[in-house]
């Protein structure tokens, strides 16, 4: 069973309205780190923001929040006034930590394009 | 401080050949991981490190050997290069439990 899926393979956006990457994570663990990456073209990773599964409060870095439902396990990316530079694919990504086992899975991605 | 640095950025490999994937960081990260990245798969966990002299298999560990003799490296190992080995190989490392910070990958063909 998949532990990170994202549903959304690609977006269509228009630029400045906001926009809404959905994650649903799977796992047992009472602890775990939350996590969103874009990836643009050039390849590189970048991070953008973490969530940890005992803030009680939605994480938010700049235009960028994340929308953590811990009981339906969403992690959903809210994008506000989406800008040209915001396509990229974006990665959801799931940190546990189990004993000693410490693992970083991510989804398949979700291709994000801004139309002008 | 230069990060997560990974060589070679480009290589291409016969079937068969062998070859090591070389990556180093210098923040003194104890978890490090390798990833490859296919199209439509998004980055698939091959084997990661908790730190020096501890490796685990992630989700696609065949085919690739690593090491953590040193808190800086993680070499990933091709042992037999096959076609299928083909993709772009990512690696990262991070502190207790935020963000990993990733090399700028290393593109591999296997003809």
């Known amino acids: 069973a998949q532990k990170i899926t994202q549903t959304q393979p690609g977006m269509f956006v228009q630029e400045k309205e906001a926009v809404t990457l959905d994650c649903t994570y799977d796992t047992s663990d009472q602890s775990y780190g939350l996590f969103w990456y874009k990836q643009p073209s050039s390849g590189e990773m970048i991070f953008l923001i973490y969530q940890g599964s005992y803030d009680e409060q939605n994480a938010t870095e700049g235009r960028y929040s994340l929308n953590f439902q811990k009981a339906r396990k969403s992690a959903n990316l809210v994008i506000s006034a989406s800008q040209l530079g915001d396509s990229a694919m974006y990665f959801c990504a799931m940190r546990e930590i189990m004993n000693r086992d410490d693992k970083i899975i991510f989804g398949k991605g979700t291709r994000l394009h801004i139309l002008p | ?111």
Not at chain 2, 31 to 43: A, E, T
Not at chain 2, 63 to 88: H, I, K, M
Request: negative net charge; proline residues 5%.
């Open chain 2, 1 to 111: 401080n230069a990060g997560v640095t990974q060589t070679p950025k480009f290589q291409v490999l016969k079937t068969g050949q062998s070859m090591t994937l070389q990556c180093a960081q210098d923040m003194n990260h104890e978890y490090m991981s390798w990833y490859r990245q296919d199209p439509g798969m998004g980055l698939r966990l091959i084997h990661y490190s908790v730190g020096a002299g501890i490796t685990d298999q992630g989700e696609v560990p065949n085919g690739y050997n690593v090491s953590r003799s040193t808190t800086e490296d993680f070499p990933l190992r091709l042992l037999s290069a096959a076609p299928s080995q083909t993709s772009v190989y990512f690696c990262a490392s991070s502190s207790d439990s935020y963000e990993q910070y990733f090399g700028p990958g290393t593109r591999l063909t296997v003809t």
